[in-house]
């Protein structure tokens, strides 16, 4: 399976933008996915997981509120919805899918990665 994020930026601080992930292959529903940024000097760092029927989600702290994780299991694709934009939400933003059962802020559990897309927001 590949993962193609996109729909990265740059935005002004209070701003929008919704960021996709297109994944390839036939058993995207049977996978939970998640969201991971990782910012210059920074580790990577968990924002939101969604499980497999899109019930349950999660976010970290520092998301909730602003952000929403979505997902159509037709066109297999999950979305992050962001909004309130903060300079410190400036990262490269990554989706990833989840091999677990449950929804997971873990990294590792995670077992394939997007490339990427560029998030950059101005204060």
């Known amino acids: 399976v590949q993962l193609q994020a996109s729909g990265g930026g740059l935005v002004q601080a209070g701003g929008s933008l919704r960021l996709s992930c297109a994944a390839s292959?036939?058993?995207?529903?049977?996978?939970?996915m998640g969201w991971f940024r990782q910012a210059p000097g920074k580790e990577r760092e968990f924002v939101a997981t969604?499980?497999?029927?899109?019930?349950?989600?999660d976010y970290a702290d520092s998301v909730k509120g602003r952000f929403t994780i979505s997902r159509d299991n037709a066109k297999n694709t999950v979305y992050l919805q962001m909004n309130s934009l903060k300079s410190e939400d400036t990262a490269v933003y990554y989706c990833?899918?989840?091999?677990?059962?449950?929804?997971?802020?873990?990294?590792?559990?995670?077992?394939?990665w997007g490339q990427g897309t560029q998030v950059t927001v101005s204060s």
């Open positions: 292959g036939r058993t995207f529903s049977s996978y939970g």
């Open positions: 969604i499980s497999r029927n899109g019930y349950s989600t």
């Open positions: 990833a899918r989840s091999r677990s059962m449950s929804i997971t802020r873990t990294p590792g559990t995670y077992d394939k």
